[in-house]
């Protein structure tokens, strides 16, 4: 729950994902970003995000597309 979570300018969430990194598993069934919550952290004030996961949306969503039209854009960058 985003809301109990205190978020920075600066935010990362470790979900634990890079010890799957190289194999199949990193790929499948990861944790995502869905259009709402990235959203509330734009109006949160994060201005970078970073994750272990392979993408910060799911395959049928695209947060990029979803978020062109707001006056900020959510950077993020992965790690593992």
Do not use: I
Not at 21 to 36: I, K, L, S
Not at 42 to 53: A, N
Request: charge should be positive; charged fraction near 30%; glycine fraction near 8%.
């Amino acid at each position: 729950d985003l809301e109990k979570l205190e978020l920075g300018r600066r935010t990362l969430f470790r979900f634990g994902r890079g010890k799957y990194w190289p194999t199949r598993e990193y790929y499948a069934h990861y944790p995502y970003f869905t259009v709402d919550a990235a959203h509330y952290l734009l109006k949160k004030g994060v201005q970078l995000l970073g994750f272990d996961t392979p993408s910060p949306d799911d395959p049928n969503t695209k947060l990029e597309g979803d978020l062109l039209g707001t006056e900020r854009t959510l950077l993020y960058t992965k790690f593992s």
